[in-house]
């Protein structure tokens, strides 16, 4: 298994690889300086030399005495000990060599073909020395030009830098194991806001989602960090709480069934009854049994619906039609209610024609039932007054509206928030007992569940009468971005 390795342990490795990186390199740059003044230094001292004997061959003591300009270089030299001289004629005769230095003949048959002062260097014995290799003009008469080798030891230097390599073998661990120590110091202070939020989250529980990460009290790197854990929270919170009405309200809806039943068959239980009182009361419990199936159903729909939603089949759908055909069903329920139906308009678009139906129905339903007094359809509208609903349809371009408008009261402004919720009734005077699925307050959620997964929206907006839902789907017609099968959710296909 891997080791993970904490911020603090990672941020102080990598504090010290960085630090011995750049030890490492300021120790060779310092280094490579080193030389290269040795090496300029050198140059200086040789090339003062080379001068001397210059100055030297160029009046010499003696004109034409090859032994007296012998006794004069050696009494230049003889200050420096270290110091060794070769001269050379251009062709080759050997003037001057030191007995105990052999100079290096590659650089010497070098500096004869390129005729270029150049210094180089070259180990002997236990021994290192650096040279300048020049070609030197003589006043002597019997003498052609001179090639001159000056050098000098160069052990002094050597030792030098075999002490400066030690001590930066020992300075740079060193320097790495104290930059280890003052990292890990660093990361610890760094990181110290990340164990206030650790704090923080961990407060957070079931019963307390109201506790929030401190924003103010974090660097600038980790607002955004908060500010998203604040917001994750605030979405947990909502989650949570209408996860925990979802549940009471599921509790009341199932219990009233449940009760009545019981209730009922606890009665026909209790003494002997007559056929007829028996029907009466399967009859009943029937009654309540399909409530009970209606509503496991529907829950069953929007669990699917929360997992992606899935489209068993789809095709193209005239919408028109399809409301045509919803107005004619509900036209008795509208006639009773008081109710005028009204349509408008022509849209095509891709889907399950089931689904939107059912979408569809559930709008109208809801409108119908809205539209009359007060809210209350079925009672008349005051004055003799028919309520009205009204439904538009609008294609355009690449996107179809559906607008369901009804008369009545208007949606009061807290309610509109919650209208899409589960369970959710605005009236508290409605009757409990409904044949149709809005009754539950599953209805809105369904047809909310049902446009999402068409790739839709659905809104609702209120003003000083009635209400008005507004669907947007994607248009159907050729060359539109209607929903295509292959867009679809495919991972509740199998479910049933």
């Not at 010290?16 to 990186?21: A, K, R, W």
């Not at 014995?125 to 019997?142: E, F, K, N, V």
């Not at 496991?296 to 992606?308: K, Q, S, T, V």
């Amino acid at each position: 298994m891997k080791l993970a390795l904490s911020l603090t342990a990672r941020l102080t490795l990598l504090f010290v690889l960085v630090s011995s990186s750049v030890l490492i390199g300021l120790g060779w740059l310092l280094n490579a300086a080193v030389e290269r003044h040795f090496i300029e230094m050198d140059r200086g001292l040789l090339e003062g030399k080379v001068e001397v004997l210059e100055r030297l061959l160029a009046s010499p003591p003696q004109a034409g005495e090859i032994q007296a300009l012998d006794d004069a270089v050696i009494d230049m030299f003889r200050s420096d000990p270290e110091l060794k001289i070769f001269v050379q004629t251009v062709g080759g005769s050997l003037i001057l060599a030191p007995p105990d230095l052999p100079f290096p003949e590659q650089a010497i048959d070098r500096q004869r073909v390129d005729q270029a002062d150049m210094i180089f260097s070259w180990r002997n014995g236990g021994s290192r020395y650096r040279g300048l290799a020049t070609t030197m003009q003589t006043a002597l008469p019997d003498l052609a030009p001179l090639l001159v080798v000056v050098a000098i030891n160069i052990d002094h230097h050597e030792r030098f830098m075999a002490r400066y390599g030690r001590t930066l073998s020992v300075f740079i661990p060193v320097a790495a194991f104290l930059s280890g120590l003052l990292g890990w110091w660093a990361a610890r202070r760094g990181l110290s806001p990340l164990h206030l939020l650790q704090e923080r989250a961990a407060s957070v529980t079931a019963s307390q989602l109201d506790r929030r990460l401190p924003e103010e009290s974090v660097p600038r790197e980790l607002k955004g960090l908060a500010r998203e854990l604040n917001r994750m929270l605030i979405r947990l919170e909502e989650a949570f709480r209408r996860l925990s009405n979802f549940s009471s309200d599921l509790a009341h809806e199932m219990r009233t069934p449940v009760s009545n039943l019981l209730t009922q068959t606890q009665v026909a239980l209790s003494r002997s009854r007559t056929e007829g009182e028996y029907q009466e009361t399967l009859a009943s419990n029937a009654e309540e049994l399909d409530r009970l199936s209606r509503m496991i159903a529907d829950m069953l729909f929007l669990a699917r619906a929360e997992n992606g939603l899935s489209l068993p089949s789809i095709e193209e759908i005239r919408l028109h039609d399809e409301i045509a055909d919803l107005l004619e069903f509900y036209d008795a329920l509208a006639d009773e209610a008081g109710v005028r139906l009204q349509a408008s308009g022509r849209a095509v678009v891709r889907g399950n024609r089931l689904m939107l139906r059912r979408a569809l129905s559930n709008l109208l339903s809801n409108a119908i039932r809205h539209a009359g007094q007060g809210g209350q359809g079925g009672q008349g509208c005051e004055g003799g007054e028919a309520g009205e609903v009204r439904i538009d349809l609008a294609e355009e371009s690449a996107v179809v509206s559906l607008i369901v408008e009804n008369s009545g009261d208007p949606i009061p402004p807290e309610v509109i928030p919650m209208i899409f919720d589960r369970f959710y009734r605005a009236e508290s005077d409605r009757p409990r007992h409904e044949g149709a699925t809005g009754g539950l307050g599953l209805g809105l959620a369904i047809t909310q569940a049902i446009v999402h997964a068409h790739g839709g929206h659905v809104s609702v907006t209120s003003g000083r009468a009635g209400a008005s839902f507004r669907v947007t789907l994607p248009s159907g017609k050729s060359g539109g971005n209607g929903v295509r099968e292959s867009d679809a959710p495919k991972n509740l296909a199998n479910r049933p």
